[in-house]
């Protein structure tokens, strides 16, 4: 691991995704693994005159939280993260287990209990995000348990990280200012649309955009980046989807997670393994049988599933929807504790449509 790379990604966080400016409160919320880019963070953040504020968990957290907490320690908010998140200029989440399955142990029921909540966090990360008052970034610092969850050496995953971050290149900036602009393309293409199709061997469905707004995800509020997206109409989405990814949640892993949606809402569910914790998952509220999202991959630089959400969403030649709560800056109105992102891959014989005029065919947009 080079500091040298350290310190350009801690340079495109602060300069470029969270646009930190003179006064800016930031809270830097990761765990103690990742002391390296907190540290690189909290310099540059002061060097342009922001107030950071550091808030690190110790590594088995979690797990003892949940071990021990009773239902009202389960239904009590973070006192500091909820008072930043509707009054800090800026959040920055660096993602840093060193146990990526240390919570798929735990009981379900006790876990969307903690959802419920935190939901107000979430719902008011959305709401002030949506309106530019929150400047919030979600990143990863790699780790030797998630170099595991990817099935390569911490070297290699190190590699990965700062390649699909693009921490390598003299200008990582210029290179996302880039990815917008390409972006900006497709997403005037999708501009009054109504119908969208999706066909391949693992998809036939079809839902509506009518109204709706893609954004353009090119590295302000996740990085690494890469996707365009929006939240469907509510209750518009029809048809069968196979995710072809484990979808992950929470420590848990469901695979073979298979959907069938009629007027929007999910009816049949099914999956080859963790079929008990999809069915929990979408009883939590009656917001979570529903999508509150919709999104192609653009990142071509992550070309594996890592069992990582930040990155497998953004394979590129993927498609992902997340069930649950939609971002109302795409016009979504669709509200739940949960936010879940499943993958299906598009590379092969498969295609999108929007309004009957195919713009994405095997893996790349064509029009």
Not at 63 to 70: D, N, T
Not at 114 to 127: F, G, N, V, W, Y
Not at 291 to 311: K, P, Q, S, V, W
């Amino acid at each position: 691991m080079s500091d040298a790379r350290i310190d350009k990604f801690a340079q495109i966080l602060v300069d470029y995704s969270a646009r930190i400016q003179p006064g800016d409160r930031v809270l830097l919320e990761s765990t103690t693994a990742a002391e390296p880019l907190i540290r690189a963070l909290y310099n540059r953040i002061l060097e342009v005159g922001g107030h950071p504020h550091v808030q690190m968990e110790f590594p088995e957290q979690q797990e003892i939280f949940y071990e021990q907490a009773s239902e009202a320690q389960l239904d009590f908010p973070p006192t500091f993260q909820k008072l930043a998140y509707e009054q800090f200029e800026s959040r920055i989440r660096i993602g840093s287990s060193t146990n990526p399955r240390a919570l798929s142990g735990v009981d379900p029921k006790k876990l969307s209990r903690r959802q419920k909540a935190l939901a107000p966090l979430l719902e008011t990360q959305m709401r002030r995000g949506a309106t530019g008052d929150l400047k919030w970034v979600t990143t990863l610092f790699p780790t030797e348990g998630q170099a595991i969850e990817a099935e390569m050496s911490l070297r290699a995953y190190e590699d990965f990280v700062y390649r699909a971050c693009h921490a390598h290149e003299a200008d990582p900036v210029a290179y996302w200012k880039q990815v917008e602009a390409d972006q900006a393309r497709f997403i005037e293409f999708m501009k009054g649309r109504n119908l969208v199709t999706l066909h391949g061997p693992n998809v036939d469905l079809s839902l509506s955009v009518k109204g709706r707004t893609f954004m353009n995800s090119c590295g302000t509020h996740n990085m690494p980046d890469g996707e365009i997206y929006t939240g469907p109409v509510e209750e518009s989405a029809n048809g069968w989807v196979k995710f072809t990814y484990p979808a992950l949640y929470n420590g848990a892993a469901v695979e073979g997670a298979e959907l069938t949606f009629s007027q929007g809402r999910v009816s049949i569910a099914r999956a080859d393994k963790n079929q008990k914790f999809l069915l929990e998952m979408l009883e939590v509220d009656s917001g979570a049988r529903y999508l509150g999202e919709f999104a192609i991959g653009t990142n071509f630089e992550i070309d594996r599933f890592t069992r990582n959400i930040l990155f497998d969403e953004k394979i590129g030649g993927s498609f992902h929807m997340a069930l649950g709560a939609g971002y109302p800056e795409t016009g979504s109105k669709n509200k739940s504790v949960i936010h879940w992102d499943m993958i299906c891959d598009m590379r092969k014989d498969a295609e999108i449509a929007a309004d009957g005029d195919v713009f994405y065919k095997n893996g790349k947009f064509v029009f």
